[in-house]
């Protein structure tokens, strides 16, 4: 997103002249209408300075729209703080105008990347949400258990039931949670646990 109508314009050439989609935005308000987007890959390419609102004003209201797409900032010259302010906020990185056409290409390719790698972490988190909210009470609590590394003899002393039944609900957990092996269990369950309890 940029003011100068001329470099958003030869942007759109460069861009779609590879095959990549893009989507131009003038003003900050006319973007933040459209967001958020659907959640395929990409990025977002932004001037640090515009009217109305200036490109690190707009990052701060996509931090707390929780956006996930990369912000790559376009800075000219003399600029170089406020890009560092960019990037403490979290913008995948910057350029300096004027910047070489492969240069801006090669960073917006490594900034889809990126972001396919996390939507794919996400879906997977979402999956493995979706599967510890489907056990039960009893299967959730024998589950701590095992992951704090108790035997199941210690387990059923803990929670004065048979060994036998720790066995079965281990079973149905090692279902539900499509794990081959209890560190793959204990894996999955880390990944999310805090979120998961929070």
């Keep these: 997103m940029d003011d100068d109508l001329d470099l958003c314009k030869s942007l759109r050439w460069l861009l779609e002249s590879v ?12 973007f933040l209408e459209a967001f958020p987007f659907s959640q395929t890959e990409g990025c ?37 703080p406020m890009a560092v302010r960019a990037m403490q906020a979290g913008a995948f990185d910057f350029l300096t105008k004027p910047f070489n056409d492969q240069i801006l290409l090669d960073l917006i ?6 972001h396919q790698k996390s939507l794919s972490r996400d879906r997977r988190d ?18 701590k258990w095992i992951v704090a590394g108790k035997l199941n003899k210690e387990i059923a002393w803990e929670l004065s039931i048979s ?17 081959a092996t209890v560190v793959e269990l204990i894996k999955s369950y880390l990944r999310v646990t805090s979120e998961f309890e929070s």
């Design 44 to 80: 977002i390419l932004l001037d640090i300075r515009m009217p109305q609102m200036s490109g690190l004003e707009l990052q701060a209201q996509l931090n707390v729209r929780q956006n996930s797409l990369p912000i790559i900032f376009m800075t000219g010259h003399g600029d170089i």
């Design 126 to 143: 979402d999956v493995i949400r979706s599967r510890l909210t489907s056990l039960t009470g009893r299967e959730t609590e024998i589950l």
């Design 109 to 114: 390719y490594k900034a889809i990347a990126y």
């Design 19 to 30: 095959g990549l989609t893009t989507q131009i935005f003038n003003h900050a308000a006319s």
């Design 163 to 179: 060994i036998k039944t720790v066995e079965l609900h281990r079973c149905n957990i090692m279902k539900k949670m499509h794990a």
